[in-house]
């Protein structure tokens, strides 16, 4: 027993470790997981804000020879990392603790005296108390994503949870101010060098710092020598991105090979314009953190941490004062951002609560042992409170089953020809997770994949140049011409923007046009369904497209053209979210276009093929009622 008492921190997130691997993905997921283990293994530079210290560490771990497929193996280290995040948070609340019982302790006056008497806890309560809290955030529905599969945000939250734990201890220390508070800086220096959310964090060091040195001339030391010591760590790690950008990478997103490209890159330009987009942008995403936090942490969590919230205003107005202002910021900053998926940019926000948390089992603890005068109902009460967010959270959270992503972009490459060309910008569905499996697998690497989207940007026609040279050269003029409008446009100068869209089109359109010689072309079915609907988009001359397995594929003149008659297989999960709906409802509605293809040349038979495997497999997907009767279904 004395042995789980001093090492219960290990014990408990071995445990949640433990519990992670059972809803690890076994391969690539929605957005940029794909991407994101690519770089990992290739040693390649992300999307911004370039994630150097992640792509480092992970190409490291994957050097690792476990026997598991690589993605595998990046997922498992996000477990890693989620787990580790889970030790250092219990050592936050260890430290947080000792820093309420030190002032319990220095209090002079009666008054104080009394109300510091009636929140004494024993070591029992206060073990079963963090460990309920670690549980609570190791088991909300956003920091278990986490843990799943290889993201930024698993390595973020272990860092996170180091910056609190530093500036905690900074605090409470009786040593050498500026040696504490060099730790809290170099812990940003990590922090920053792998997500810019570091930044969320930065009240909470600083209303401690302040409580503690005071706004002096010392404190003012104190500061410049942390920055003296934690700049240079972040320049460091961060040089990473234009010495390997020098060498060319297979993904050189930004290719941050010059001051301009880096900076434009490591401060995530591209992004910004979503970032206080507008106050109807805000509102939305505060509605939608105010809808979903009780589901993080269920109603048992939220009603413990608000009775921890007003139980720590009465016992330590600094700390809670520190939380709350972290909270706010994190949570008021992070809505400003007006993105998909901007659930993990909340996550010190949930951290926070957790810590509220703590406070309310505290409380809790306490009463119903005077109450009860016993222990004996009291921890298996508690026991199963503690479980309760990873009963509840578990099936939407699990992706031990998902191999959707996967099995979706093998059945798209598979379904052209060799050297196929296809323009497309499912980056969250496809184009991420090709990423993976035609660099890291080596799974159908003769496929030229274009990104509608990235054909925006300067630096990707450098990526397309070192990759698929044979393909892109043919449009040297095009692009170039395109280059030049779109320099003022990257200087954030005045630009044409006619000109500048009128070559961005002509890129897209004699992509096609200069290839389809030699390759076959095809575009994503939203390309089709977007673009070419408002005219942004348009094919060569004398070509049309047709319904071609997942894709549309660009064909000359009118003739029937026929195709493989679906028999591919997708792999879908018992629990679905809106990528897996996508996916489902894509695939459904293609087929249903060839049916109509079909239809128009009156192979019937054919098109009854095509729709009953959408009714098979999509049974919630609405076909047109005309094309069912067209085809005497």
């Known amino acids: 027993m004395n042995l789980l008492k001093k090492y219960f921190s290990a014990f408990t997130s071995i445990i949640v470790f433990i519990i992670y691997l059972f809803t ?52 498992l280290l996000a477990a890693i990392w989620s787990a580790f995040a889970i030790y250092f948070f219990i050592k936050v609340l260890i430290v947080l603790l000792i820093n309420v019982e030190e002032k319990k302790n220095n209090v002079v006056s009666k008054k104080k005296q009394k109300t510091v008497a009636a929140i004494k806890f024993n070591e029992d309560q206060k073990i079963f108390s963090i460990i309920a809290a670690a549980f609570f955030l190791a088991f909300s529905k956003t920091f278990w994503m986490q843990s799943t599969s290889v993201e930024v945000y698993s390595l973020q939250t272990m860092l996170l949870a180091l910056i609190l734990f530093f500036s905690l201890k900074a605090f409470g220390s009786k040593e050498e101010s500026s040696k504490s508070w060099s730790l809290v800086g170099l812990s940003f220096a990590f922090g920053f060098s792998n997500h810019m959310t570091t930044l969320l964090a930065i009240p909470f060091a600083a209303i401690l710092f302040f409580f503690k040195e005071k706004l002096t001339t010392s404190s003012i030391k104190i500061i410049f020598k942390t920055l003296v010591l934690s ?27 010059n001051f301009e490209n880096f900076w434009r890159h490591f401060t995530g330009r591209q992004y910004q314009v ?51 202002a972290t909270f706010l910021f994190a949570v008021l900053y992070s809505v ?15 951290m926070i609560f957790s810590i509220w948390i703590l406070f309310g089992f505290l409380l809790l603890f306490s009463k119903l042992e005077q109450l009860l005068k016993t222990k004996r109902m009291i921890i298996p ?40 060309i296809i323009l497309s910008y499912q980056w ?43 393909a892109i050269k043919k449009i040297d003029d095009e692009v170039n ?59 060569p001359a004398g070509f049309q497209i047709v319904p071609y397995n997942l894709l549309f594929k660009v064909v000359k003149g009118n003739q029937y053209v026929e195709a493989p008659l679906s028999n591919f297989t997708i792999r879908f999960p018992k629990s679905t979210n809106r990528y897996i709906d996508f996916i489902k409802n894509t695939i459904a509605t293609i087929l249903t276009y060839r049916a109509a293809y079909e239809i128009q040349f009156n192979k019937i038979e054919r098109a009854k093929i095509y729709l009953e495997k959408v009714k098979k497999d999509f049974p919630d997907y609405i076909i047109p009622a005309n094309i069912l009767q067209s085809a005497g279904l």
């Open 428 to 470: 969250d569905y496809f184009i991420s997770a090709s990423y993976y499996f035609q660099n890291v697998e080596d799974f159908r690497k003769d496929v030229v994949v274009v990104d509608k989207e990235l054909l925006r940007r300067s630096w990707y026609y450098n990526q397309l140049k070192r990759n698929h040279s044979d």
């Open 481 to 539: 011409q395109f280059l030049i409008a779109l320099q003022p446009f990257e200087k954030n100068d005045n630009f044409d923007a006619q000109l500048l869209e009128k070559n961005y089109q002509a890129v897209m359109t004699n992509l096609i046009a200069k290839n389809i010689e030699e390759r076959n072309c095809y575009i994503g079915i939203e390309l089709f369904q977007n673009e070419m609907q408002r005219n942004e988009f348009n094919l």
């Open 274 to 324: 979503w970032l206080f987009a507008s106050f109807e942008a805000t509102k939305k995403q505060l509605g939608n953190f105010v809808s979903n936090f009780p589901s993080e942490f269920t109603i048992v969590g939220l009603f413990i941490g608000l009775i921890g919230f007003i139980f720590l205003y009465k016992i330590d107005k600094k700390i809670f004062l520190t939380t709350l």
């Open 231 to 257: 700049i240079p760590v972040l320049v460091l790690i961060y040089l990473y991105l234009p010495i390997r950008a020098a060498q060319n990478p297979i993904m050189n997103w930004g290719n941050p090979i």
């Open 24 to 75: 690890l993905a076994p391969s690539v997921i929605q957005i940029d997981s794909g991407e994101l283990a690519t770089v990992q293994y290739i040693l390649g530079i992300a999307h911004p804000t370039g994630y150097p210290l992640f792509t480092m560490l992970g190409f490291l771990f994957l050097q690792i020879p476990l026997g598991l497929r690589k993605i595998t193996q990046a997922n």
């Open 336 to 350: 400003n951002y007006d993105i998909v998926d901007l659930d993990s940019y909340f996550l010190l926000a949930y």
């Open 381 to 420: 009460i508690f026991t199963i409170l503690i479980f309760v967010p990873l009963a509840s959270n578990k099936s939407e959270v699990d992706q031990s089953d998902v191999y959707t992503f996967e099995d979706y972009t093998k059945t798209i490459l598979n379904g052209v020809e060799k050297n196929s």
